[in-house]
């Protein structure tokens, strides 16, 4: 057991917990608490906000298992993902920001139920796919936080596992969206401080030259350079499409824009994500994974890649400065997962439960569904994660691709398309979700090719349907054309 390291760490979990616990009080105690709950009372500024989405991309998957991937996988497959991400965020800031903010929603279902005039296939399938593809993700997202919590406690993948769902879940069913907001504020801040430091302290330790180093590296593993030595270039393509469309329909990104407080924070909020986010993926490929090599084989074969990023600060830093870093890493996994539970939890509550099932519904029994849903989901989902697939990275982007492939054609046509109906909304959503999945688990794919089948599929779909079927209500249409203008 890493007892200095075990010790920061759990000053760190207790105080994400005591922080769920002080916003549930202010929750129960605002008129608000359905926007407290879910949007942060819709008034967090651009730095907040900026840090806050910075978290919720940067995931255990980006700034802990990306090492390894590089590794396995090569530069080039994480390279076009990684400029997909960061041209996702200005595609959002683009397309979705100022519309869904001036919304007054608080999910991306509510909107589109809003958009479609209630469609009752749309109120029941969005929360479904929410539910199935963040489920998908949470699964990665606990992968690393068992993984981080044995290794700084000793106890096995599968106990470490168990503790750190009991934690995740305890401060976001607690606190909502204010807690996970200003955990987010902390997460982001660790995580800049944490590959700053790492890539410092590798930048000192430096053998020869970093040119030469990269050099070394590529002679040591020959894939890592090779565009389609491991992954066909098309798998490259599907990766860069899938991040590039995620910022707009994923609930625990967009669920970032909608606690904005104007459309201008959100969309600067996005920019400037996107820029600390680049950077700091750069400097850790080209910085921090050519030490792998110094690892030896043996250790590289006895421990996951997605730790190799540990092991490689390990070189440089003695205990207290680890349990500093073993902290910055459970952040980036808490920052996902905690806004991933929230929009899992508030897609089966509000969309589901208030939105379908029970429109009467007050607040406190929403709340109450919702802090029930937290516990079931993540239980569920920590007890798929007990033996999951290898890469973290593939894993989340396969989940983030079926969510993108399901509501990138019915959202953004219906911001900006006036023919969009319910009709071909549904026959977009449908046919993107249906031939992904098949793609998927029907088919020995090339990983992240599944979305380039299914996204024209999904967009064919929508426009052919909606231009040979009914036009939108008026009253849908100026309703969009409101949300442009305000």
Same mark, same amino acid.
């Given at each position: 057991?890493?007892?200095?390291?075990?010790?920061?760490?759990?000053?760190?979990?207790?105080?994400?917990?005591?922080?769920?616990?002080?916003?549930?009080?202010?929750?129960?105690?605002?008129?608000?608490?359905?926007?407290?709950?879910?949007?942060?009372?819709?008034?967090?500024?651009?730095?907040?906000?900026?840090?806050?989405?910075?978290?919720?991309?940067?995931?255990?998957?980006?700034?802990?298992?990306?090492?390894?991937?590089?590794?396995?996988?090569?530069?080039?497959?994480?390279?076009?993902?990684?400029?997909?991400? #960061?041209?996702?965020?200005?595609?959002?800031?683009?397309?979705?920001?100022?519309?869904?903010?001036?919304?007054?929603?608080?999910?991306?279902?509510?909107?589109?139920? &809003?958009?479609?005039?209630?469609?009752?296939?749309?109120?029941?399938?969005?929360?479904?796919?929410?539910?199935?593809?963040?489920?998908?993700?949470?699964?990665?997202?606990?992968?690393?936080?068992?993984?981080?919590?044995?290794?700084?406690?000793?106890?096995?993948?599968?106990?470490?596992?168990? #503790?750190?769902?009991?934690?995740?879940?305890?401060?976001?069913?607690?606190?909502?969206?204010?807690?996970?907001?200003?955990?987010?504020?902390?997460?982001?801040?660790? /995580?800049?401080?944490?590959?700053?430091?790492?890539?410092?302290?590798?930048?000192?330790?430096?053998?020869?030259?970093?040119?030469?180093?990269?050099?070394?590296?590529? &002679?040591?593993?020959?894939?890592?350079?090779?565009?389609?030595?491991?992954?066909?270039?098309?798998?490259?393509?599907?990766?860069?499409?899938?991040?590039?469309?995620?910022?707009?329909?994923?609930?625990?990104?967009?669920?970032?824009?909608?606690?904005?407080?104007?459309?201008?924070?959100?969309?600067?909020?996005?920019?400037?994500?996107?820029?600390?986010?680049?950077?700091?993926?750069?400097?850790?490929?080209?910085?921090?994974?050519?030490?792998?090599?110094?690892?030896?084989?043996?250790?590289?074969?006895?421990?996951?890649?997605? /730790?190799?990023?540990?092991?490689?600060? &390990?070189?440089?830093?003695?205990?207290?400065?680890?349990?500093?870093?073993?902290?910055?890493?459970?952040?980036?996994?808490?920052?996902?997962?905690?806004?991933?539970?929230?929009?899992?939890?508030?897609?089966?509550?509000?969309?589901?439960?208030?939105?379908?099932?029970?429109?009467?519904?007050?607040?406190?029994?929403?709340?109450?569904?919702?802090?029930?849903?937290?516990?079931?989901?993540?239980?569920?989902? /920590?007890?798929?994660?007990?033996?999951?697939?290898?890469?973290?990275?593939?894993?989340?982007?396969?989940?983030?691709?079926?969510?993108?492939?399901?509501?990138?054609?019915?959202?953004?046509?219906?911001?900006?398309?006036?023919?969009?109906?319910?009709?071909?909304?549904?026959?977009?959503?449908?046919?993107?979700?249906?031939?992904?999945?098949?793609?998927?688990?029907?088919?020995?794919?090339?990983?992240?090719?599944?979305?380039?089948?299914?996204?024209?599929?999904?967009?064919?779909?929508?426009?052919?349907?909606?231009?040979?079927?009914?036009?939108?209500?008026?009253?849908?249409?100026?309703? /969009?054309?409101?949300?442009?203008?305000?």
């Amino acid at each position: 057991m890493k007892t200095l390291q075990l010790s920061i760490v759990l000053i760190y979990l207790v105080f994400c917990v005591l922080l769920g616990l002080w916003t549930q009080r202010k929750i129960a105690n605002s008129k608000a608490g359905i926007d407290d709950y879910y949007a942060a009372g819709r008034n967090i500024g651009t730095g907040i906000n900026s840090l806050a989405l910075l978290a919720a991309l940067g995931s255990g998957g980006s700034f802990m298992a990306g090492a390894g991937t590089i590794w396995n996988l090569g530069f080039p497959f994480l390279a076009w993902m990684t400029v997909g991400a #960061i041209a996702g965020f200005s595609v959002a800031a683009i397309l979705v920001a100022k519309p869904l903010r001036n919304s007054n929603t608080l999910t991306v279902s509510q909107f589109l139920n &809003e958009r479609y005039g209630g469609n009752k296939f749309i109120k029941l399938a969005v929360p479904l796919v929410i539910i199935f593809g963040s489920g998908m993700y949470l699964m990665s997202q606990m992968k690393a936080g068992g993984l981080i919590t044995s290794y700084v406690t000793g106890f096995s993948y599968t106990w470490g596992l168990i #503790i750190v769902t009991i934690i995740f879940i305890l401060y976001v069913s607690l606190g909502g969206m204010l807690a996970v907001t200003w955990t987010n504020v902390l997460q982001g801040g660790l /995580m800049i401080l944490l590959i700053s430091a790492i890539v410092i302290a590798a930048l000192m330790n430096l053998p020869t030259g970093l040119g030469s180093f990269l050099v070394q590296a590529t &002679e040591a593993n020959p894939i890592l350079g090779v565009a389609g030595g491991t992954v066909p270039i098309a798998g490259y393509i599907g990766a860069f499409v899938t991040w590039a469309a995620a910022v707009c329909v994923t609930p625990h990104l967009v669920m970032r824009i909608f606690t904005s407080k104007d459309e201008k924070s959100a969309r600067l909020s996005l920019n400037i994500s996107m820029l600390i986010y680049g950077i700091l993926m750069l400097v850790s490929a080209l910085i921090i994974v050519p030490f792998i090599a110094t690892l030896g084989a043996d250790t590289l074969k006895n421990n996951a890649s997605d /730790m190799w990023m540990l092991l490689v600060a &390990e070189k440089f830093f003695g205990p207290l400065m680890m349990g500093i870093i073993a902290a910055g890493i459970m952040a980036a996994v808490m920052s996902s997962t905690d806004a991933l539970l929230l929009a899992v939890s508030s897609a089966v509550a509000y969309d589901l439960y208030k939105g379908v099932l029970k429109p009467e519904a007050t607040q406190k029994q929403v709340l109450r569904v919702s802090f029930v849903v937290t516990w079931i989901i993540g239980i569920v989902v /920590m007890l798929f994660s007990i033996n999951p697939p290898p890469f973290l990275i593939v894993l989340y982007t396969a989940a983030v691709g079926f969510m993108v492939a399901s509501f990138f054609n019915p959202l953004v046509l219906g911001i900006w398309w006036k023919k969009a109906n319910a009709a071909g909304a549904v026959a977009g959503l449908s046919v993107g979700a249906i031939s992904f999945l098949i793609a998927f688990f029907a088919f020995e794919m090339p990983y992240n090719t599944e979305i380039l089948i299914a996204l024209p599929l999904s967009f064919i779909s929508m426009f052919t349907v909606s231009s040979i079927t009914a036009s939108t209500s008026k009253i849908q249409v100026e309703k /969009m054309s409101s949300y442009h203008s305000n």
